[in-house]
């Protein structure tokens, strides 16, 4: 089936407006990066700021993400948001991943700000080794359900 044959159930292609809003009110998603092999992918969060997205990668300078996200000119991100078979939104995103200097770090308090983190990212902040990249988005596709099928409309 096509996108087009799915729009009869009530898929629709998100347009830009509607992908900047989802994109602003998400702070979770699938970071995919190029391996040898299968894409590399790293679930992540992060902050956006209309223009790019920013992750804070925490721990040493040789982790197998940092190594592939230095070596990578595009990257992808998936972010999804589901709440029941009839209703999700899904973005993929596809850009230019780089790392921000340190001395751009306090721009970005607004942004990384509101970032939900698990509870051992948050305690290692303080220890480990930070750092921030920004993914400036060149590409980007939405698609949503937000309905019921055309059969259970009625009901």
């Known amino acids: 089936m096509t996108v087009e044959d799915l729009e009869t159930a009530g898929l629709a292609q998100m347009d830009d407006a509607a992908i900047e809003d989802f994109l602003r009110s998400q702070r979770f998603g699938i970071l995919g990066l190029p391996a040898d092999g299968a894409p590399y992918l790293v679930p992540i969060s992060f902050g956006y700021d209309g223009d790019a997205l920013y992750f804070t990668f925490i721990g040493g300078p040789e982790s197998q993400k940092r190594t592939l996200i230095r070596a990578s000119d595009t990257a992808t991100f998936l972010v999804t948001d589901v709440s029941s078979m009839f209703n999700w939104e899904s973005v993929v995103l596809t850009g230019t991943p780089e790392r921000v200097p340190e001395s751009e770090w306090d721009e970005l ?18 220890s480990e080794d930070i750092v921030i990249f920004r993914f400036d988005v060149e590409e980007r596709n939405g698609i949503r359900h937000t309905g019921l099928p055309e059969g259970f409309r009625n009901l």
């Open 109 to 126: 308090a607004d942004v990384l700000g509101g970032v939900w983190r698990p509870e051992v990212f948050e305690d290692a902040l303080e």
